[in-house]
């Protein structure tokens, strides 16, 4: 299984513990919002992990991949609150298939605002 087999694997089981054990140890997270990269594997997975809840529902589905020798990018679409939101996760993987960069772009401008929000919100309620 590839490292974006697993990912995938993930988006559908929602297993905290696949995630955990997808990450590198050094993983680094970059977030729309957020101006620094986070890193860390335990920051990483916190962000994820965060991320599969607000925008993991039954309405979030993959539109688009393009990948590479190491990576993907992934087109995503959901909606929340009335507010179609559509991004990208350009995800890194080493040779283990671990992930070793994860970053998410995301537009339109209201739908980043409400991310903020919401992201803040679940960050906040897992410390």
Same mark, same amino acid.
């Given at each position: /299984?590839?490292g974006?087999?697993s990912w995938?694997?993930f988006? %559908?089981? $929602?297993d905290? %513990? *696949?995630?955990w054990e997808?990450? $590198?140890p #050094? ?7 957020? $101006?620094?990269?986070?890193?860390g594997? #335990? =920051?990483?997975? %916190?962000?994820?992990?965060?991320a ?12 688009g991949?393009w990948?590479? !020798? +190491? ?7 959901? /909606? =929340?609150d009335?507010?179609?939101i +559509?991004?990208? #996760? =350009? =995800?890194t993987f #080493? !040779? ?6 994860? %970053?998410?772009m995301v537009?339109?401008?209201?739908a980043?605002? /409400?991310?903020h929000?919401? /992201? *803040?919100?679940?960050? !906040? !309620?897992q410390?």
């Open positions: /299984m590839t974006l087999d995938y694997s988006m %559908k089981s $929602h905290s %513990k *696949a995630l997808l990450l $590198h #050094d993983a680094v997270f970059e977030s729309p919002v957020v $101006h620094s990269p986070q890193r594997r #335990d =920051i990483t997975f %916190k962000y994820l992990a965060s599969e809840k607000v925008l993991g529902g039954p309405g979030f589905i993959y539109v991949e990948t590479s !020798a +190491n990576g993907a990018v992934l087109e995503f679409k959901t /909606m =929340i009335g507010i179609e +559509n991004g990208v #996760d =350009i =995800i #080493d !040779a283990e298939g671990r992930i070793t960069n994860f %970053k998410v537009r339109p401008l209201k980043i605002n /409400m991310l929000r919401l /992201m *803040a919100e679940q960050l !906040a !309620a410390s």
